[in-house]
């Protein structure tokens, strides 16, 4: 419905030509069908409005109305905005260390272990590196075996203690082990979690302490709702992550939550996956992501 | 005091309520308009009122499931075998439900056959294997990276041979973008169709409830590539709401059956609307 956000806002603009500035009162209908359109591409609810009232401001600086098409002035606007927002100072991703430690975390199939692969695959290729794979998803019915299968594919070594069910002592042990072994850094993959399950954010939050990790990176489905706040906010206050990493941009999802995360957590979004090969990774462009939400 | 008017204020809170629990812009504004409709004939208007009316309207939305294709884990099926193909997106819990729905069968009496036709996620047949072992039910599998459909088929014809009651297919996760992946899930549904004529009785597509508006679009590709006959909401026991799926219901008249709550083979509910339009505003 609001696929073009351009042609809405043209003519909610049209009746306003011929006024010098934007005023609070004649700009109503105009940050509305932006308002709608964050939404609808998942934007949360709250964030949107807030961001639209910021948005608001902005206009009414700007000479919108007296624009030859004042709809893509304002969506200019609003793209620039955006893209600020999902950017900011370059984040950087930290794997110095003896060995550097990457924690994954997130949800229950938002992707993390596909991830883990592909990082270890970009470290090693890219980087020069030589990572190790953790497997510490003691639940998941085959979670080590995927991991196992990953390794294989990339050529990487993955830590796998099939007995143990203590995750904290898997990561520790695998961080002796890479030692010995001369692996510079080591990746290691957990178990999907609900914010809201107590005990395994305990968990999580044992094996940050006790591993000491240089990264850890949450990880997030791009076609999350409304939610994606909630889960978000909750990691960051258990883990204080370091940086996002958005998953399945291959489909067709606006990604709206992407906006919503770095609104409310103010971490960087240091990688993209678009796609289950284990070299579908990217790294985070955030006018593309700004465009995308946009519809544009 | 005791008047009630249903002003801005409170459809604004309405209409946050429902964007917020994932419902889309779509089918909040419609569901606003109903609303305002009906309460400006009548004056007034209590909290209980509304919250009735309220509840009346996404109930409307929210189709049953026809009863035709339906049915219950205790009572006779439909068909011998009855074939359930699994399908959806990346990660939605297609091979954790399947777990479930196989344990809720068996445990009714059934004679339950699992079919590992994702073959190209790693270690997905493992996975469904393990979950067979658990419930204890049959699996019929091939390597990793062989071709779906002869999966398809090696199950099917194991399902005629051993007399099973029940089918339930695993596919790989695919994105509704890709048009080949598509294409697969009907080469799958010919090759069972050569032993049972009307197979897949169900093509149950499997939504993360977690998902926000982009399930419409999942939903769209999946009716449009099979004939999708119901849906399972994933992930409910966290705090997503699923209200995508009124969108859903809205648009594409598709019965949701069944909802996760938890990775545990138990935790499978049958869907219930009033539950569901009670979780929809309920702060947990
Ligand atoms: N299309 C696509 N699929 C992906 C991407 N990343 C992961 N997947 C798929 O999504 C599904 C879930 O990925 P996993 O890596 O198993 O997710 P997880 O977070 O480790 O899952 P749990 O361990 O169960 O919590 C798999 O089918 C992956 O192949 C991506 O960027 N694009
Ligand atoms: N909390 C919760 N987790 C669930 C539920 N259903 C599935 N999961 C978890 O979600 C993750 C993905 O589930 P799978 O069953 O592997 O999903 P899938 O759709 O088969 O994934 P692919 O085959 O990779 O596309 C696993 O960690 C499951 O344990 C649920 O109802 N609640
Ligand atoms: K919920
Ligand atoms: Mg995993
Ligand atoms: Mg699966």
Redesign the pocket.
């Known amino acids: 419905m609001f696929n073009n956000l351009q042609d809405k806002l043209e003519s909610a603009f049209k009746n306003l030509k011929g006024q010098a500035r934007i005023t609070e009162l004649n700009v109503a209908s105009t940050i509305k069908e932006i308002r709608r359109a964050l939404v609808d591409a998942d934007v949360n609810y709250k964030i949107a409005k807030d961001f639209t009232d910021k948005i608001k401001e902005k206009a009414m600086g700007e000479k919108v109305l007296n624009a030859v098409s004042p709809g893509q002035l304002m969506v200019k606007i609003v793209k620039d905005e955006l893209t600020e927002l999902m950017g900011g100072e370059e984040a950087g991703f930290n794997a110095k260390g003896n060995p550097a430690v990457i924690l994954i975390a997130?949800?229950?199939?938002?992707?993390?272990?596909?991830?883990s692969g592909k990082l270890a695959n970009y470290l090693k290729t890219k980087k020069g590196l030589s990572p190790m794979l953790v497997a510490a998803?003691i639940y998941?019915p085959a979670?080590m075996e995927?991991l196992r299968v990953l390794g294989e594919q990339i050529g990487v070594e993955v830590h796998i203690e099939a007995e143990n069910k203590d995750a904290v002592s898997i990561a520790k042990n695998a961080i002796a082990e890479s030692r010995s072994k001369n692996k510079n850094v080591v990746i290691i993959?957990t178990?999907?979690r609900l914010a809201i399950d107590e005990q395994m954010m305990t968990e999580v939050a044992n094996i940050k302490n006790a591993v000491n990790p240089q990264e850890i990176l949450f990880?997030v489905d791009s076609m999350t709702g409304q939610d994606a706040v909630n889960t978000a906010r909750a990691f960051n206050e258990r883990l204080d992550f370091s940086g996002v990493v958005l998953?399945?941009?291959?489909?067709d999802t606006r990604g709206g939550a992407a906006l919503s995360i770095k609104y409310t957590v103010q971490k960087p979004i240091k990688f993209v996956?678009?796609?289950?090969k284990m070299d579908?990774l990217d790294v985070f462009y955030p006018e593309r992501m700004a465009q995308r939400i946009l519809g544009m | 005091a005791g008047k009630n008017t249903v002003d801005e204020e409170v459809l604004d809170n309405l209409e946050e309520a429902l964007v917020s629990a994932d419902v889309g812009v779509d089918t909040t504004v419609r569901i606003i308009d109903r609303i305002e409709q009906r309460v400006a004939k009548d004056k007034y208007m209590g909290t209980g009122e509304l919250n009735r009316i309220l509840q009346e309207e996404i109930e409307n939305i929210l189709v049953e499931a026809p009863s035709a294709v339906s049915y219950t884990f205790d009572g006779e099926m439909p068909a011998k075998p009855y074939i359930i193909l699994v399908v959806g997106v990346?990660?939605v819990g297609k091979t954790t439900t399947i777990g479930k729905l196989a344990y809720n069968f068996k445990k009714a009496g059934k004679n339950v056959l699992l079919g590992a036709a994702d073959t190209f996620?790693a270690a997905a047949v493992d996975q469904l294997t393990i979950w067979s072992e658990r419930v204890g039910v049959p699996i019929v599998k091939q390597e990793m990276g062989s071709d779906p459909a002869a999966v398809a088929f090696d199950t099917a014809q194991s399902a005629m041979s051993r007399g099973s009651d029940v089918v339930i297919i695993d596919t790989a996760?695919r994105?509704h973008n890709k048009a080949h992946l598509m294409d697969e899930l009907n080469k799958i549904k010919r090759v069972l169709q050569k032993f049972v004529p009307f197979a897949p009785h169900e093509v149950l597509l499997v939504l993360d409830g977690s998902t926000g508006q982009n399930a419409l679009e999942q939903a769209k590709h999946f009716t449009a590539a099979t004939d999708v006959t119901a849906l399972a909401i994933t992930k409910l026991d966290g705090t997503a709401k699923g209200g995508v799926v009124l969108a859903i219901a809205d648009q594409f008249k598709i019965p949701v059956k069944f909802i996760g709550v938890g990775e545990k083979m138990e935790d499978l509910l049958v869907f219930d609307k009033h539950e569901f339009v009670d979780s929809l505003f309920s702060l947990k």
């Not at chain 1, 199939?109 to 596909?114: L, N, Q």
């Open positions: 997130g949800l229950q199939g938002s992707g993390k272990t596909t991830f998803d998941r979670a995927q993959d178990a999907g990880v998953t399945k941009l291959d489909g996956s678009n796609g289950e579908a | 990346n990660g996620r996760g994105l």
